[in-house]
């Protein structure tokens, strides 16, 4: 039993999960009022992925890159306003990743 306590109590030590905020933005691209319409909420994201914590499986986790997915969600998005960024990583055992989301409002230019 008491080797089971501790098999336990160092699962809980390796595994988790943590959520930061990244920023917070008007838009990608400077707009004048009432030059755009508004074509619906997206979300983009990009995600590192790690062996044993710190082995790289391959590159990622920027933010260009999350922002880039988020304007090709719907089409004929020229770009985002009210724009949020986080980041979030879970960690396991063997593998862990972490991810940069960004959400925002899709609009296209007049």
């Not at 890159?65 to 998005?77: G, M, S, V």
Request: a neutral charge.
């Amino acid at each position: 039993m008491k080797n089971m306590l501790f098999v336990l109590a160092v699962a809980a030590l390796l595994i988790g999960c943590a959520h930061v905020t990244g920023g917070v933005a008007p838009s990608n691209i400077p707009l004048a009022p009432n030059s755009y319409t508004e074509l619906g909420p997206v979300r983009g994201y990009d995600c590192v992925y790690y062996l044993f914590g710190f082995i790289p499986l391959r590159g990622g986790n920027e933010t260009k890159n999350a922002l880039a997915d988020a304007l090709q969600q719907i089409p004929e998005t020229t770009a985002l306003i009210n724009i949020t960024a986080d980041t979030y990583a879970m960690y396991f055992f063997v593998f862990s990743k972490v991810c940069t989301q960004v959400y925002g409002t899709a609009i296209k230019a007049k």
